[in-house]
């Protein structure tokens, strides 16, 4: 049986665990449904994890029900723009 304090720890190290995945990929944008599958958790649990994050304005959440970077600006304001052989992201002018 988990205790409330043990639950917490958990909630803390899996909401972490997702922080350090949306830094590593700073362009990563999931629904619920693909973040329940990647993370491994219920609906009611990821919900949360997402809300709280979102609620501390580390992810926004997007009209489209995806959850991406506050700090990253949506797709609509990103561009690609040729730099020598590949392509970068680029902010919209």
Do not use: K
């Not at 997702?18 to 599958?37: K, V």
């Not at 609906?43 to 991406?68: K, N, Y």
């Amino acid at each position: 049986m988990q205790t409330r304090r043990t639950a917490t720890i958990t909630a803390e190290r899996i909401a972490e665990r997702i922080r350090r995945e949306f830094l590593a990929l700073p362009g990563l944008r999931l629904s619920l449904e693909q973040a329940e599958r990647v993370w491994g958790l219920d609906a009611e649990a990821c919900a949360a994890l997402l809300d709280s994050l979102v609620s501390t304005r580390f992810l926004a959440h997007e009209s489209d029900g995806s959850f991406r970077r506050a700090d990253v600006p949506p797709r609509e304001d990103l561009r690609l723009l040729p730099v020598g052989r590949g392509l970068r992201p680029r902010h919209a002018a």
